[in-house]
C-alpha cells in the first residue's frame, strides 16, 4: 500500500504481452492458410490419381507466360503435362539426396511409363499482398526443381520426360518475381 503504482509500466507490459500473443495467433493462422492450400491441391491431385487421369485442364488453370523465350517451351512442356498421369501423390515430402540435406516440397505427383519418368512440383504461398514471395524463395524453389530431377534420376533410373514446376501464390507475385520465376 505504501508503493506508487506505474499505471504506464503495468499498461505497457499488458500491451506487450497481447501484441506477443497477436504475433503468435497470427502465425498459426498463417501457416493454416498454407496448409489448406497444400491440402486442397493434394486433394484434386489424389482424385486425378486415383482415376488414373491427368490433371483436369491443368494447362488452363495456370497464368499465361508473358516471357516470349520460355513461353514456347512452357507451353510445349504442359501439352505434355497436361496428358500424363500420375501414380503417386505426397504433401510435405522429404526428399533425400546423397551428399546433401534434404528438401521439402510441398506437393509433389510422380509418374513414371517403361520408358520415362516425369513429376509435378508445387510450391504453395498463401500470404497477403504485403508479403508476397521473395525472390529469394523463388530461386530456393527453382534450386529444390533441379533437386527433384536429380532424385528422380536416382530413383527410378529412367530418364526424365518432364518436371513441371508449379509455384503458387494466393496473392500473387511481384512484377520482378514472376519475371525471374517465368524466365527460369
Given at each position: 500500500?505504501?508503493?506508487?503504482?506505474?499505471?504506464?509500466?503495468?499498461?505497457?507490459?499488458?500491451?506487450?504481452?497481447?501484441?506477443k500473443d497477436k504475433h503468435s495467433l497470427?502465425?498459426?493462422?498463417?501457416?493454416?492458410?498454407?496448409?489448406?492450400?497444400?491440402?486442397?491441391?493434394?486433394?484434386?491431385?489424389?482424385?486425378?490419381?486415383?482415376?488414373?487421369?491427368?490433371?483436369?485442364?491443368?494447362?488452363?488453370?495456370?497464368?499465361?507466360?508473358?516471357?516470349?523465350?520460355?513461353?514456347?517451351?512452357?507451353?510445349?512442356?504442359?501439352?505434355?503435362?497436361?496428358?500424363?498421369?500420375?501414380?503417386?501423390?505426397?504433401?510435405?515430402?522429404?526428399?533425400?539426396?546423397?551428399?546433401?540435406?534434404?528438401?521439402?516440397?510441398?506437393?509433389?505427383?510422380?509418374?513414371?511409363?517403361?520408358?520415362?519418368?516425369?513429376?509435378?512440383?508445387?510450391?504453395?504461398?498463401?500470404?497477403?499482398?504485403?508479403?508476397?514471395?521473395?525472390?529469394?524463395?523463388?530461386?530456393?524453389?527453382?534450386?529444390?526443381?533441379?533437386?527433384?530431377?536429380?532424385?528422380?534420376?536416382?530413383?527410378?533410373?529412367?530418364?526424365?520426360?518432364?518436371?513441371?514446376?508449379?509455384?503458387?501464390?494466393?496473392?500473387?507475385?511481384?512484377?520482378?518475381?514472376?519475371?525471374?520465376?517465368?524466365?527460369?
Open positions: 500500500e505504501h508503493e506508487k503504482p506505474n499505471i504506464e509500466h503495468e499498461l505497457q507490459a499488458k500491451l506487450t504481452a497481447i501484441e497470427q502465425g498459426m493462422v498463417n501457416e493454416l492458410k498454407g496448409r489448406v492450400l497444400e491440402w486442397t491441391v493434394y486433394r484434386e491431385l489424389n482424385q486425378a490419381r486415383k482415376k488414373g487421369q491427368p490433371i483436369k485442364d491443368f494447362k488452363e488453370r495456370l497464368r499465361p507466360f508473358c516471357h516470349p523465350a520460355s513461353a514456347d517451351k512452357m507451353a510445349q512442356m504442359l501439352t505434355v503435362a497436361s496428358t500424363s498421369p500420375f501414380d503417386k501423390t505426397w504433401v510435405n515430402h522429404f526428399i533425400p539426396l546423397q551428399g546433401t540435406t534434404q528438401i521439402e516440397v510441398d506437393v509433389l505427383a510422380e509418374g513414371a511409363d517403361a520408358d520415362n519418368s516425369w513429376a509435378f512440383v508445387f510450391e504453395m504461398k498463401n500470404r497477403d499482398e504485403k508479403n508476397l514471395p521473395s525472390l529469394k524463395e523463388a530461386q530456393k524453389f527453382v534450386a529444390n526443381v533441379d533437386r527433384v530431377t536429380q532424385w528422380l534420376t536416382q530413383q527410378t533410373g529412367k530418364p526424365i520426360k518432364f518436371i513441371c514446376p508449379v509455384y503458387l501464390s494466393a496473392e500473387g507475385f511481384s512484377t520482378s518475381v514472376e519475371q525471374w520465376l517465368q524466365e527460369q
